[in-house]
């Protein structure tokens, strides 16, 4: 579901599609692998600091197979998957509730 959003969202050609989704789940496994690090450690100074490198290496690796409006839809896209997703799970949990009423 993520992937066709992005690609949408992106507008990405086949050529960038190819070159692009190795380095955005290679992005996507070091948040995730960043914030399970930082689930139990309290260190939000350290935290923010890896995030911000992270995002530093990334957004290069990004820059030379998009452009950098591309580049800048695509952080965009993630904040309106995550708020999508959001809203889909509260959808879910209100019918659910009003099921078990």
Do not use: C, H
Request: charged share 50%.
């Amino acid at each position: 579901m993520k992937i066709g959003f992005l690609t949408e969202q992106l507008d990405l050609t086949k050529e960038e599609a190819e070159k692009f989704w190795p380095i955005y789940t290679a992005y996507d496994n070091a948040k995730d692998k960043l914030s399970k690090k930082y689930e139990k450690s309290g260190d939000e100074v350290e935290k923010q600091e890896e995030k911000t490198a992270l995002l530093k290496k990334y957004n290069a690796e990004f820059k030379k197979v998009l452009s950098a409006d591309k580049v800048k839809k695509l952080y965009k896209a993630e904040d309106s998957f995550k708020k999508k997703l959001l809203e889909e799970y509260k959808k879910r949990q209100e019918k659910q509730n009003k099921k078990d009423k």
